[in-house]
């Protein structure tokens, strides 16, 4: 069985980078598969942020493009996620999943809240 | 971007009834290979989304065959026959031809 497990901090600065991790068992990174992030606000509503391949190739949300990275630590089985200079509307439950052939996830973890205030 | 909708926005149904939800995209969902890049998830009260259906009509990991997807194109419904106390939640549509976007949901609740 596939678990992914979000962890970082639940409370960021306006202006200061985002930084998650989410951990992987059941299932190497490093075998295939794409790994995503997401997100959920009110606002909102569901948000894909980007991917990362297993070879380590990626794409973004063309509206983050400038302010999101995605990394994988494959001697860690976990991949990371990094938003810079967030303001408020960044505030919301960060999801990372696992991603099949057509890009739709397909395991995802419970989620993390993230709230950017001063 | 393509947009995704849904209608109704909300549902109650009844315990033993059938619940319809309807998705609409902006463009057609239909890849060069022939299959359709439509997915339906269920986000449960507390929980994360769940995939529920994928390419329109082939059900995920053992799911009810209570679940039905059908459309093509641009317009696709997921029928929920036998409604059970189990399927309360919120219900999205997803497409995956064009990056990812999500519909608003469509929040089921039982009578």
């Known amino acids: 069985q596939v678990l992914l497990q979000e962890s970082g901090p639940g409370l960021v600065r306006p202006s200061e980078t985002l930084s998650l991790n989410c951990t992987v068992s059941?299932?190497?990174?490093?075998?295939?598969?794409?790994w995503g992030w997401l997100r959920q606000s009110p606002g909102k509503g569901l948000e894909w942020l980007g991917t990362?391949?297993?070879?380590?190739?990626?794409f973004y949300s063309p509206s983050l493009r400038n302010r999101v990275t995605i990394s994988l630590d494959k001697s860690k089985n976990h991949f990371s996620l990094s938003l810079t200079s967030v303001t408020a509307s960044d505030t919301a439950v960060y999801f990372c999943?696992?991603?099949?052939?057509?890009?739709?996830?397909?395991?995802w973890g419970r989620g993390t809240q993230v709230t950017v205030s001063s | 971007d393509i947009v995704m909708t849904q209608s109704p926005l909300s549902l109650s149904v009844a315990p033993g009834q059938t619940a319809s939800i309807s998705c609409k995209s902006s463009?057609?969902?239909?890849?060069?290979?022939?299959?359709?890049?439509l997915y339906w998830y269920l986000q449960k009260p507390g929980q994360s989304p769940q995939l529920l259906m994928y390419?329109?009509?082939n059900r995920f990991a053992g799911l009810s065959d209570r679940f039905s997807g059908s459309g093509s194109g641009t317009e696709f419904t997921l029928q929920i026959s036998r409604v059970e106390a189990e399927d309360v939640g919120v219900y999205y549509c997803?497409?995956?031809?064009?990056?990812?976007?999500f519909g608003p949901g469509t929040k089921v609740e039982i009578k």
């Open positions: 999943a696992r991603q099949g052939s057509g890009l739709h996830p397909d395991y």
């Open positions: 059941g299932y190497s990174i490093s075998t295939g598969y794409f």
């Open positions: 990362i391949y297993s070879s380590g190739s990626t």
């Open positions: 390419e329109v009509s």
């Open positions: 997803m497409q995956s031809i064009e990056l990812l976007t």
């Open positions: 463009q057609s969902l239909l890849q060069r290979d022939g299959k359709t890049a």
